[in-house]
């Protein structure tokens, strides 16, 4: 008589490729393991979580800045991120340059309506780009959503943030020193004037070596004892530090004339 199978065994089959231990049954065993284990993966992957944002602000009132950290607080409560103020990180010198990995800066003007004035902290984030520049109404729409809020309604007059970056190229390379013995106690200090020229794409060299060499607003060549910015001078290449400012707020110093801030004219 033919063999019985035994029982509790496997059905037989006419197919050998299909038997339990054919290679063709490891692999899709192998295979339906290989993908329990990535469904599994994906399940205890943690959510994305949102951006932390790094917040600096010009021109607020102390008032104004308090109500920007409730909103942060209030944001943070509902689940809409975090954020860090920049403005907590800076040592005493460079306070009013705006950090490089600022990602906000909230500036107040006079008006509602009115642009907010060209600080030095617009003109840094105007130069390395990827900092939106916003009214103080984003703190209220954000804190009111409880997350941050999408800019485009409240920038601040000077448009969309330009890419992270882009202000390279608004000096272009350009040698350009600073003179600080050329500067007046009412300009901004030689340190931040020289961290907006790298910002904006420029090389801080010393004064032999410079192409431009910038000045404070109110100085005066009868009181300069140093001949290379003297001869800079001459030559319409000694400009009052307003002409970075206007590069910079153009996004090209080639649409800025020079001769307009030379000092010899």
């Not at 339906?32 to 607020?60: F, N, Y």
Request: hydrophobic share 40%.
């Amino acid at each position: 008589a033919p063999a019985q199978p035994r029982r509790g065994a496997a059905p037989a089959t006419s197919n050998p490729m299909h038997a339990r231990d054919s290679p063709t049954a490891n692999r899709t065993r192998r295979r339906s393991r290989g993908a329990a284990a990535i469904d599994d993966d994906e399940a205890a992957r943690p959510a994305k979580r949102p951006q932390t944002l790094v917040i600096s602000a010009s021109g607020v009132d102390p008032a104004g800045r308090t109500a920007l950290r409730a909103a942060a607080a209030a944001v943070e409560r509902a689940g809409g991120g975090k954020a860090r103020f920049a403005d907590d990180e800076l040592l005493a010198k460079l306070k009013g340059v705006l950090p490089a990995r600022a990602t906000h800066l909230v500036a107040q003007a006079t008006d509602e309506d009115a642009k907010p004035p060209r600080t030095l902290k617009v003109l840094f984030a105007l130069a390395r780009g990827g900092c939106a520049i916003v009214r103080p109404s984003w703190v209220e729409a954000s804190r009111s959503a409880g997350r941050w809020a999408d800019v485009d309604d409240h920038l601040a007059g000077y448009g969309p943030p330009r890419a992270a970056g882009a202000g390279r190229r608004i000096l272009d390379g350009l040698a350009v020193h600073v003179a600080p013995s050329a500067l007046g106690p009412k300009d901004p200090s030689s340190s931040a004037l020289t961290a907006l020229v790298s910002a904006a794409g420029g090389r801080s060299v010393a004064l032999r070596h410079a192409a431009v060499a910038l000045v404070g607003t109110n100085w005066k060549p009868s009181d300069c004892r140093q001949a290379g910015l003297r001869a800079l001078h001459r030559s319409g290449c000694a400009l009052r530090f307003r002409w970075l400012c206007e590069a910079v707020e153009a996004g090209d110093a080639g649409a800025v004339a020079r001769e307009l801030y030379a000092t010899n004219h």
